[in-house]
């Protein structure tokens, strides 16, 4: 009886070893590389102005609910091709900025003036206060689902504003106003 619970403890231990060579063993990997061709839509875009300069405006010319200053600038819209079928194409447009009175107000976090922004409105006449601002992360078509847009000049005005609620001396300060808008192509 002894010799066959000694066996069983050999075979047992032998086995046991024997898986953990098994474990040990090195590995060999293997790569599979996957290659594709991704055709994005593209256009190019360009401005008719690098920088737009609102001129100098004081404080006392901000008063609530008017838009001081502002300037018209056209976004070029040119040779874009490789519209997916079922994507829309659009300007997407971004900025940091401010929501004042229920308005969007750009404005870079490195401005020094408080209590005004810049609204950006799409339009081809001069602009008023009561006209319907761009927002970050506003979406402007450019052609039907799965079109190549044409060719097209965009017009936009940006102007000064303090909104339309409180624009005094208390909650306006003087300094220099910096607004950074960002012009992108995307597909909804």
Same mark, same amino acid.
């Given at each position: 009886?002894?010799?066959? $619970?000694?066996?069983?403890?050999?075979?047992?231990?032998?086995?046991?070893?024997?898986?953990?060579?098994?474990?040990?063993?090195? +590995?060999?990997?293997?790569?599979?590389?996957?290659?594709?061709?991704?055709?994005?839509?593209?256009?190019?875009?360009?401005?008719?102005?690098?920088?737009?300069?609102?001129?100098?405006?004081?404080?006392?010319?901000?008063?609530?609910?008017?838009?001081?200053?502002?300037?018209?600038?056209?976004? $070029?819209?040119?040779?874009?091709?490789?519209?997916?079928?079922?994507?829309?194409? *659009?300007?997407?447009?971004?900025?940091?900025?401010?929501?004042?009175?229920?308005?969007?107000?750009?404005?870079?976090?490195?401005?020094?003036?408080?209590?005004?922004?810049?609204?950006? *409105?799409?339009?081809?006449?001069?602009?008023?206060?009561?006209? +319907?601002?761009?927002?970050?992360?506003?979406? $402007?078509?450019?052609?039907?689902?799965g079109a190549n847009p044409s060719d097209q000049s965009i017009r936009?005005?940006?102007?000064?504003?303090?909104?339309?609620?409180?624009?005094?001396?208390?909650?306006?300060?003087?300094?220099?106003?910096?607004?950074?808008?960002?012009?992108?192509?995307?597909?909804?």
């Amino acid at each position: 009886m002894r010799s066959a $619970i000694t066996y069983r403890k050999k075979s047992f231990l032998l086995m046991l070893l024997a898986l953990t060579g098994l474990v040990s063993v090195p +590995t060999q990997a293997v790569t599979l590389n996957f290659s594709a061709m991704l055709n994005p839509g593209t256009c190019t875009f360009s401005l008719d102005k690098s920088t737009l300069v609102l001129d100098s405006v004081h404080l006392s010319q901000l008063t609530p609910s008017t838009l001081q200053a502002a300037q018209p600038f056209t976004l $070029i819209v040119q040779d874009c091709s490789g519209t997916d079928a079922s994507l829309t194409p *659009v300007v997407n447009v971004s900025g940091d900025g401010i929501t004042r009175d229920s308005r969007w107000l750009f404005r870079s976090s490195d401005s020094i003036a408080s209590g005004v922004g810049v609204m950006l *409105v799409k339009t081809d006449v001069s602009p008023s206060y009561s006209d +319907t601002e761009i927002k970050d992360g506003d979406n $402007i078509p450019l052609a039907a689902m799965g079109a190549n847009p044409s060719d097209q000049s965009i017009r936009f005005y940006a102007g000064l504003t303090c909104g339309s609620l409180a624009c005094t001396s208390g909650s306006l300060s003087a300094g220099t106003l910096t607004a950074r808008i960002l012009f992108n192509l995307a597909y909804r």
